[in-house]
């Protein structure tokens, strides 16, 4: 069983940047493939970031590219999402998820097994 705990979100004005963290139980979290994923108001959960755990590549959704990084560190078990030049869009419920299977496509909610509790982001615009 693993357990995620996101925390760093926020209210931020447009153009600002905030860092989340999800940070997760488990002796085997260097093998899990970790994601963000956002959820609007009225929207549906959609596809932030990805990070492979057998590789370190990283995925992205084509509306965050070039202004958030996804990273992980295992000595720490923590994985970030650093958001940077944020726009009003960018306001969600923000969830890190986890999965163990080595070939997953990271960028579809229903490949992950295990989700965090969520973190508010809101970009005033």
């Known amino acids: 069983q693993v357990q995620l705990v996101e925390s760093g979100g926020g209210l931020v004005q447009a153009g600002g940047s905030l860092r989340l963290s999800c940070a997760a139980s488990g002796r085997t979290f260097s093998r899990y493939n970790m994601g963000w994923f956002r959820q609007a108001p009225g929207k549906k959960r959609e596809f932030v970031a990805g990070i492979r755990w057998s590789n370190g590549m990283t995925y992205y959704a084509d509306s965050v590219k070039g202004r958030f990084t996804i990273s992980r560190d295992n000595s720490e078990i923590t994985v970030y999402l650093q958001m940077n030049s944020l726009k009003a869009e960018d306001t969600a419920v923000y969830y890190c998820?986890?999965?163990?299977?080595?070939?997953?496509?990271?960028?579809?909610?229903?490949?992950?097994?295990?989700w965090g509790q969520g973190t508010q982001v809101t970009v005033s615009s």
């Open positions: 998820a986890a999965n163990a299977n080595y070939w997953s496509d990271l960028t579809r909610d229903d490949e992950y097994d295990w």
